[in-house]
């Protein structure tokens, strides 16, 4: 038999041509004798075809369907699922959308309250339900066979007698035409449609689609992945200027690109002995959409020429494109070589440059053995662009020798050949599956090579490349079987078509593999020559799911690039989708990589499972207790020699959305960086679920991640072994990248639930670390440890679980997260509570902010003073009564900003010792100027003059929503208050909305001079100027404004200065305000405060406000300033010009 292939043409057009049935005339009929009738109407709204094919309304493309004389439906009664009924036409309904059906015998399902009906009722059964038939009858004049179209319909209630039927597949119409120079004796008695991939026919079951209409899935013991039209024992003849329609029925989905095709079967002769064959592929992905029709257009069976001599092909071509109305051929057919010698073929250049052009394949039907055939490109030329897809099929059993000269073709070869040779595009000279050729000499072009290639050789000036292509299991086999016996090396091994289910028997591919189309792959180990610097498997198109069950890759080679030493590389393409099962890659040298995804070029999501899968430096797994095993010394000596190497990583730039899951006890181990993100800025999405990360650290992340998610769950761990002995290897199992080391990470947010750390460091030296978290990045990160989360740090000296570089990441920290094994009183952050000793710089984060959560980073306050510098406190702090010494600044301060966030520092206690000295402000902040808000100062402890909890001095700036609580002073001697002890007013300055509550203002008991030498006035006697809110306020020419504050519960004890200065006085609220310096705009404002429950035992006091103001008028030396307290005036200030 001889086979010839062909390319066919898609056309995705809905509806037929206008056609004419007889919808009376039909098979003999069964008459009804049942009492019960049911109306049954088959919806016209879609574009549809059904069981009869009326003319098509060419203004909106509708063939309608419309019901045929004998039609037949089974109908069941819904409470009685397994009686099925048999309903049929009322002949009178043929040729029209809407009919009468009556039960055959009996009441059917009269009464019934709910009805699900089926056509065609042949096609139904209760308990294998709808079927597409495997094999369907041609007849003259139809379409279609009747009873062909499944459909279904369902009634209840009200409308329970009337059924409204909707199709649940679709259909595949294959259009024969013939023209003059078909053979005119040529009949067709078959034809396959053939799927590689999807059922076609028997069995099926019904889901609802998007739309909630059912639709029809096979999936039966019967499933067939073909179905056959048979034309007749005596066979079908095409007409010439007739569309010859054969319409299949198939389920409504979309079939991958290259897995549908035709095939058929015909003679040339009704006396002709054999069938010979074409095969029609569909190179395209079919749509089917339910209750439509996808035309596939076949004029000549592919616009196939016959008879044609080698010398008579160049003038065909020519013919063809220079004469109006004549396509070009896409299979000529090509005779003359029965007596064998040399022949030439020559294609023409005949096409424009925007042309779309089809291949052209060359079809010899006689050529004998040992024929030479040449095929080269003519001289001369009607256009300006060559053939680019040329296929050349010997269709003999003979084996001829070929000479190919097209180099700026593609070409395709089939059949069987002595010898080759080749001078083809760049792209390639393709041998498919079946194709045999002995001796192939390539002189130009690379190799794709699914069928046989017994010796190849190559032009000393070639540069290609010899590329394995695998299009199917048998494919597979045979390479598998024959490549071990060739005299050449393949570069790797392809996969460019769909390939359901590829088993490798347990064999080892001994190249990498690279992938452009969908695959479920089984059983293969690949490990590629370490000769060959190429990546395990490389997935090379959007779009592909790729699927592999028990594969071993192994990364061989020895390239430290990213994209030539990966098991699984995804790079540059975008929504694919890889499943590993049961799978290892192994990577056991530096530099190597588990999987590789980076650079997408745009958006869309790229997923990668892994499950039950295994990434690491050997087949078998390191370990098998990963919470507590640390690694032998041999294991230790090769772990540190792995440099850089890493088990999943994610690269950049990209823009694209990737997706990892780890689940069912997958592990990545072995490795420096487990998983690894670098420089980008998109999302990334991880969840591990029941699965080990193990490496010297699991996360390591360096990249804005812009929406990035890591979720680690369900009892998941989290790996990290540092095995280096410094001096500073401070490392964690998640390492969230500082800007300092690269590219800070920013915008990712990770999340530990009911999850384990552990934690191996050895040797374990001053500097040398192995935290659960590093939090080193300086941009905004948020971490969350979660539910019954452990800590086990193994080697038992860890302070805290998360180190953290900068508090402009956020935590969010179950309380019920602990440590599990560690050091005693070890803490998941690092501690509040200051030791006294500690200074730590917090450093600038990404925003221009210093974050501070830690109080060594407050104490660093206390050596240098702050310039221009944003601080915000994350969290609260407790200075724990350490003596606590502000840094006095030796000129001016600059202005500062201070978010507390609404935290709280607790136990400060002030170390000032001189009683009255002017170089130490004691307090919190020493001496100020900016910006303080929402921060609460409490338990505090100060001594010291010019001293307040929050602040000692203030030159100028806002105070807003700042408190102290339970202040205690223990001495000093003069310009004291709780919140601050003295407003110098070198700038504009407000106060809002700040209280105290509590506190205790006491005299000094022993005052000392600023030598520490004892002052012999009398004990008590000083102390003074001294406010439970503010001991002190004068004015440079600036305002001061103090409103919506209060205190309650504050007691100030007051003496006097030793001169006995009656202005030296104090109060619950504010001792002095002062102006002396002649400044007339200087303006003290008190608006909306309140004092409760708090006492002064001063013995001057001017009002409910402050103890002494200067008073006196304005022509005075010693001018006052003015005072407005809720709106009155208490003192005018002077004249202008004074």
């Known amino acids: 038999?001889?086979?010839?292939?062909f390319l066919l043409s898609l056309a995705t057009i809905v509806g037929l041509g206008s056609c004419s049935r007889d919808f009376s005339e039909t098979d003999p009929a069964p008459s009804a004798q049942g009492t019960h009738s049911l109306k049954a109407s088959i919806a016209q709204s879609e574009p549809s075809t059904r069981t009869g094919l009326g003319d098509k309304d060419e203004e909106n493309g509708i063939t309608p369907l419309l019901w045929v004389a004998g039609d037949r439906i089974a109908v069941i009664d819904d409470a009685q699922p397994n009686t099925i009924y048999q309903y049929i036409l009322d002949p009178a309904a043929a040729g029209q959308a809407e009919g009468t059906f009556t039960v055959s015998e009996g009441d059917g399902v009269q009464g019934a309250a709910s009805i699900t009906a089926y056509y065609p009722y042949t096609f139904y059964s209760a308990s294998q339900g709808l079927s597409v038939p495997a094999t369907q009858q041609y007849k003259e004049g139809r379409t279609m066979e009747t009873d062909m179209l499944p459909m279904y319909a369902h009634s209840s209630g009200a409308e329970v007698g009337e059924l409204d039927f909707h199709p649940v597949a679709g259909l595949i119409n294959l259009q024969l035409t013939k023209n003059d120079k078909l053979n005119e004796s040529r009949l067709f008695y078959s034809v396959k449609l053939v799927s590689s991939q999807d059922n076609l026919a028997g069995k099926g079951s019904l889901s609802d689609d998007s739309e909630g209409y059912k639709v029809l899935t096979i999936d039966g013991d019967d499933a067939s992945k073909e179905i056959t039209f048979s034309l007749g024992e005596s066979g079908l003849p095409l007409k010439e200027g007739?569309?010859?329609?054969?319409?299949?029925?198939?389920?409504?989905?979309?079939?991958?690109?290259?897995?549908?095709?035709?095939?058929?079967?015909?003679?040339?002769?009704?006396?002709?002995?054999?069938?010979?064959?074409?095969d029609l592929p569909v190179r395209s992905a079919v749509e089917v959409q339910r209750g439509h029709i996808v035309n596939f257009a076949a004029t000549d069976v592919g616009l196939l020429i016959s008879g044609i001599t080698p010398s008579e092909v160049k003038d065909v071509i020519n013919e063809a494109a220079t004469t109006e109305g004549i396509e070009i051929p896409q299979v000529i057919e090509v005779v003359g070589m029965d007596a064998g010698g040399e022949h030439t073929i020559e294609l023409p250049t005949v096409y424009n440059e925007t042309e779309n052009q089809e291949t052209i394949t060359l079809v010899a039907t006689d050529a004998a053995a040992g024929t030479t055939i040449n095929v080269q490109e003519a001289a001369e030329a009607t256009g300006v662009a060559p053939q680019q897809y040329v296929s050349i099929a010997n269709a003999t059993d003979n084996s001829c020798n070929l000479a190919i000269e097209l180099p700026n073709s593609t070409v395709t070869l089939d059949g069987t050949f002595e010898s080759v040779e080749a001078t083809t595009a760049d792209q390639t000279l393709i041998i498919p599956s079946g194709t045999v050729v002995q001796n192939l000499t390539v002189k130009q072009g690379s190799v794709k090579i699914y069928g046989t290639v017994k010796n190849l050789t190559t032009a000393p000036d070639w540069s290609g490349e010899i590329v394995r292509g695998i299009s199917s299991q048998e494919c597979f086999d045979k390479a598998m079987e024959n490549d071990a016996t060739i005299n050449y090396t393949f570069d790797y091994a392809l996969i460019d078509r769909?390939?359901?289910?590829?088993?490798?028997?347990?064999?080892?591919?001994?190249?990498?593999?690279?992938?452009?189309?969908?695959?479920?792959?089984?059983?293969l180990t690949i490990r590629p020559s370490e000769s060959i610097e190429a990546n395990g498997i490389t997935i090379l198109q959007d779009s592909v799911d790729l699927s592999l069950n028990g594969v071993d890759i192994y990364v061989s080679s020895n390239n430290s690039s990213a994209g030539l030493n990966t098991g699984l590389l995804i790079a540059e393409v975008n929504n694919v989708t890889a499943t590993l099962k049961d799978c290892h890659i192994v990577v056991p040298k530096s530099y190597q990589r588990g999987i590789n995804m980076h650079s997408a070029k745009t958006a869309g999501t790229t997923t990668v499972t892994l499950d039950n899968t295994h990434i690491g430096p050997t087949l078998e797994p390191l370990t098998t207790d990963y919470s507590h095993d640390t690694?032998?010394?041999?294991?230790?000596?090769?772990?540190?020699?792995?440099?850089?190497?890493?088990?999943v990583s994610f690269g950049g730039p990209h823009s694209a959305r990737y997706v990892l899951n780890l689940r069912n006890g997958s592990v990545i181990e072995g490795v420096f960086?487990?998983?690894?993100?670098?420089?980008?800025?998109?999302?990334?999405?991880?969840?591990?679920?029941?699965?080990?990360?193990?490496g010297r650290c699991a996360f390591n992340i360096w990249a804005n991640g812009e929406g990035t998610k890591i979720n680690v769950t369900n009892g998941s761990k989290l790996v990290g072994r540092n095995y280096f002995p410094g001096p500073t290897e401070v490392y964690a199992n998640i390492v969230i990248e500082s800007k300092a080391n690269g590219q800070a990470a920013e915008n990712n947010v990770i999340t530990v639930r009911d999850s384990e750390f552990h934690c191996f460091n050895e040797p374990q030296t001053n500097t040398n670390w192995q935290y659960a978290l590093d939090v080193r990045s300086e941009g905004v990160n948020t971490i969350q440890l979660l539910g019954e989360t452990k800590i086990y740090d193994h080697s038992g000296r860890l302070p805290h679980a998360i180190d953290v570089g900068s508090w402009s990441n956020r935590f969010v920290i179950d309380p019920s997260v602990s440590f599990a094994m560690g050091m005693e009183g070890a803490t998941i952050l690092p501690t509040h509570i200051w030791d006294g000793s500690s200074f730590k710089f917090p450093g600038k984060a990404l925003d221009g902010k210093y974050y501070i959560g830690e109080p060594s980073q407050l104490a660093v306050l206390t050596l240098q003073v702050p310039e221009g510098m944003d601080f915000v406190l994350v969290r609260d702090l407790d200075l724990n009564n350490q003596p606590w010494l502000a840094k006095y600044p030796t000129s001016g301060t600059k202005a500062n900003t201070v978010d507390g966030g609404g935290h709280t520092i607790y136990n400060l206690n002030t170390a000032t010792k001189a009683w009255d000295t002017k170089t130490e402000c004691a307090g919190l902040f020493s001496a100020f100027a900016g910006t303080i808000k929402d921060l609460t100062v409490e338990n505090a402890t100060v001594y010291g003059s010019r001293s307040g909890a929050l602040i000692g001095r203030l030159d100028s700036g806002t105070i807003t929503n700042c408190h102290v609580k339970n202040v205690t002073f223990t001495g000093g001697a003069q310009k004291r208050g709780s919140l601050i002890g003295y407003v110098s007013g070198q700038g504009d300055i407000l106060i809002d909305g700040c209280t105290v509550n509590g506190g205790v203002i006491n005299k000094d008991p022993q005052p000392t001079d600023d030598n520490g030498e004892i002052i012999t006035e009398e004990n008590g006697g000083a102390s003074t100027q001294t406010g439970g809110f503010i001991g002190y306020i004068s004015s440079a020419d600036h305002k001061v404004d103090i409103q919506n504050c209060a205190i309650r519960n504050v007691v100030v004890h007051s003496g006097m200065l030793w001169d006995a200065y009656e202005q030296c006085a104090s109060h619950e609220f504010i001792g002095n305000i002062a102006n002396t310096n002649k400044y007339p705009n200087a303006v003290f404002t008190l608006t909306n405060n309140t004092i409760e429950s708090s006492s002064c035992d001063a013995e001057v006091r001017m009002n409910d406000y402050f103890g002494f103001c200067y008073t006196g008028d304005s022509g005075e030396a010693n001018p006052f300033g003015r005072v407005v307290v809720d709106g009155e005036v208490i003192t005018e200030g002077p004249a202008t010009g004074e």
């Open 673 to 694: 960086y487990a998983i690894n993100f670098t420089y980008y800025a998109a999302p990334v999405e991880i969840n591990v679920d029941r699965s080990i990360i193990d």
């Open 242 to 278: 007739e569309i010859t329609s054969l319409m299949f029925v198939v389920p409504a989905k979309t079939y991958s690109a290259s897995t549908l095709k035709f095939v058929l079967t015909y003679k040339n002769s009704p006396d002709d002995a054999d069938f010979q064959t074409i």
């Open 498 to 523: 769909p390939i359901p289910n590829l088993d490798g028997k347990g064999q080892t591919l001994a190249l990498p593999l690279k992938v452009s189309a969908d695959a479920t792959i089984s059983n």
């Open 1 to 5: 038999m001889k086979k010839l292939c």
């Open 631 to 647: 690694y032998t010394q041999e294991q230790i000596d090769a772990f540190k020699a792995r440099v850089d190497s890493r088990g």
